[in-house]
C-alpha cells in the first residue's frame, strides 16, 4: 500500500525558511517522480516542484524558482522541500504526490504537474505573514 505523509509545515515570517518532508513509501522510490503542489484559499491547486528519482532532474513553478529546492533521500524514502525567502503569496497546503505510474511525468519538461497523480499526503500548512 503506498502510504504519502508529508510534515515540515508551519507558521514563519516574510523572508523566513521552512523544509517540508515527504515520505512515501510502498513503492519502489527510485523509479518514481515525486512531486509537490500547494493550494490556498479559494485558489487552484499548483504544481510547485517535482523530482525525478531515477535522473534527478527537477522542475520549479516560476514562482518559487531561485527560492525554493527539491531534493530527494531514497535510503529515507523522503522528497524534501527547502523554501527559503517565503513570502504571504507562498501560504498555502502544501501535498505531496506519487503519479500512478512509474513510467509518470517527465520532471524536467513542460506538464508535469498535469499527469495523473493517485497518491496525496494529507498536506501540511504553511503560512507566512507579513
Known amino acids: 500500500e503506498v502510504q504519502v505523509v508529508e510534515s515540515g509545515g508551519g507558521l514563519v515570517q516574510t523572508g523566513g525558511s521552512l523544509r517540508l518532508s515527504c515520505e512515501a513509501t510502498?513503492?519502489?522510490?527510485?523509479?518514481?517522480?515525486i512531486a509537490w503542489f500547494r493550494q490556498a484559499p479559494g485558489k487552484e491547486r499548483e504544481g510547485v516542484s517535482c523530482?525525478?528519482?531515477?535522473?534527478?532532474?527537477?522542475n520549479y513553478v516560476d514562482s518559487v524558482k531561485g527560492r525554493f529546492t527539491i531534493s530527494s533521500d531514497s535510503a529515507k524514502n523522503t522528497v524534501y522541500l527547502q523554501m527559503n525567502n517565503l513570502k504571504p503569496e507562498d501560504t498555502a497546503v502544501y501535498y505531496c504526490?506519487?503519479?500512478?505510474?512509474?513510467?509518470?511525468?517527465?520532471?524536467?519538461?513542460?506538464?508535469?504537474?498535469?499527469?495523473?497523480?493517485?497518491?496525496w499526503g494529507q498536506g501540511t500548512q504553511v503560512t507566512v505573514s507579513s
Open positions: 504526490a506519487v503519479p500512478s505510474s512509474q513510467y509518470g511525468p517527465i520532471c524536467a519538461a513542460t506538464g508535469w504537474d498535469g499527469f495523473i497523480y493517485t497518491h
Open positions: 523530482i525525478s528519482n531515477m535522473d534527478v532532474s527537477t
Open positions: 510502498g513503492f519502489t522510490f527510485d523509479d518514481y517522480v
